[in-house]
Structure formats: structure tokens, C-alpha cells
T-cell receptor, first 113, second 116 residues
Framework: DAKTTQPNSMESNEEEPVHLPCNHS???????IHWYRQLPSQGPEYVIH???SNVNNRMASLAIAEDRKSSTLILHRATLRDAAVYYC??????????????FGKGTKLSVKP | NAGVMQNPRHLVRRRGQEARLRCSPM?????VYWYRQLPEEGLKFMVY????????ESGMPKERFSAEFPKEGPSILRIQQVVRGDSAAYFC??????????????FGPGTRLTVL
């Protein structure tokens, strides 16, 4: 899977929007962009994924650059419960012989009340 | 629909003992993945199993570690003769179909292994 680059940490205030960036300049045409997050002392949790178009779900929005070399996870109103490490992961569309996720260091998001 | 279940949640072993970690995937999921997270480090892939088959064990240490996913029952990650360096959180994930680009994985709460 291609490499991603994320800031080590970010801070946000409660109730404000948060934009978490991810660079993936070596992305290939069939790579999906996934975001997972890991709350303290818990297992990772799927957040959202996309291929080319922007995506929205109940948790977040994913904005994908036109050239697909970067993307941004958007939390519209951060809450204290959103404090977690957020991982941006690229997934190749394999035929099924490989399945593992490759986690980088992620971005540790702190939310201040 | 119950999520991925792991037990025990916490496991304490003395050096040289065996550790058995269990993972029950989400209902209907036949693909299981094990990851390890050492203290203050990121998650690392260990092994990918389908029912009765090991698909990819490229992340498994060569010795003392083994995994299985029998036709009936949970997936088991077994660590023989544990050492202090095995102390970590072990997470299991499952998916409905193989790990293709758009497929998400569902993670369990993890087993925290402490080796004394």
C-alpha cells in the first residue's frame, strides 16, 4: 500500500470543526482512502472511506483533492469524545489475497472544552 | 448484531507460560485479522485468516506465535513461552469479504497481555 503522511498532533476546541489532513502523493488510481480512529484504550474504529468523490456519513466528511494526492477528514463539530488518534490508510483494490491494514503513526487529536 | 468479541480483555502471564487469545468475528464474517500494538507504538499486522486457512502470516514472528481459525469456534492467537517483550495489546478485526479496497474492517476491544 502507498505511504501516507499526517501531522503528529492537532488541537481543537469543543464544538468547532476540525480538518485533519493527509498527504498521499504516491496514490495509484485504484487505491481507496480510508480513515480509522482509535480512542484511548480501545480498538480502532472505521470512520469513512472514499475513492474520488467527497463522501459524507454520520461521523464525518471526507474531502478528496482533485488529483487525489491529498485528502482531509472533517469533523463538523468536535466533541470531547472525538479525542483519538486518526489514521489515514490507503487500500489497494486487491483480488482478495491480502487484507491487512497498514497503520502509520496517525494524528493525535486533542479536544479542549 | 454483536460486534467483534475478544477474550480475555486482560491477561497476565509469567515468563515461559502460554497465552491464548480468542476472537469471535462479527456474525457472518469469515475473514479475521490479528494486529499487535506495542506500548507507545502503532498497530502492526500479524496474520490474516479465513475459515480453516491462513491466508497471510507475513507479520507473525517466526517462533512461538501461531494462529488458527477453525471451522467452528473462535479464532485463536497462541503465544508459547511468553517473554516480557510480548506485552502488548492484541487486536482482532473481521470483515465480510476479503480485504479489497472498499471493504472496512471491524475491530474488537483488544486483549491486553502483560508478561511478568
Amino acid at each position: 500500500d502507498a505511504k501516507t503522511t499526517q501531522p503528529n498532533s492537532m488541537e481543537s476546541n469543543e464544538e468547532e470543526p476540525v480538518h485533519l489532513p493527509c498527504n498521499h502523493s504516491t496514490i495509484s488510481g485504484t487505491d481507496y482512502i480510508h480513515w480509522y480512529r482509535q480512542l484511548p484504550s480501545q480498538g480502532p474504529e472505521y470512520v469513512i472511506h472514499g475513492l474520488t468523490s467527497n463522501v459524507n456519513n454520520r461521523m464525518a466528511s471526507l474531502a478528496i483533492a482533485e488529483d487525489r494526492k491529498s485528502s482531509t477528514l472533517i469533523l463538523h463539530r468536535a466533541t470531547l469524545r472525538d479525542a483519538a488518534v486518526y489514521y489515514c490508510i490507503l487500500r489497494v483494490n486487491y483480488g482478495g489475497s491480502q487484507g491487512n491494514l497498514i497503520f502509520g503513526k496517525g494524528t493525535k487529536l486533542s479536544v479542549k472544552p | 448484531n454483536a460486534g467483534v468479541m475478544q477474550n480475555p480483555r486482560h491477561l497476565v502471564r509469567r515468563r515461559g507460560q502460554e497465552a491464548r487469545l480468542r476472537c469471535s468475528p462479527m456474525k457472518g464474517h469469515s475473514h479475521v485479522y490479528w494486529y499487535r500494538q506495542l506500548p507507545e507504538e502503532g498497530l502492526k499486522f500479524m496474520v490474516y485468516l479465513q475459515k480453516e486457512n491462513i491466508i497471510d502470516e507475513s507479520g507473525m514472528p517466526k517462533e512461538r506465535f501461531s494462529a488458527e481459525f477453525p471451522k467452528e469456534g473462535p479464532s485463536i492467537l497462541r503465544i508459547q513461552q511468553v517473554v516480557r517483550g510480548d506485552s502488548a495489546a492484541y487486536f482482532c478485526a473481521s470483515s465480510l469479504i476479503p480485504g479489497q479496497g472498499a471493504v472496512e474492517q471491524f475491530f474488537g476491544p483488544g486483549t491486553r497481555l502483560t508478561v511478568l
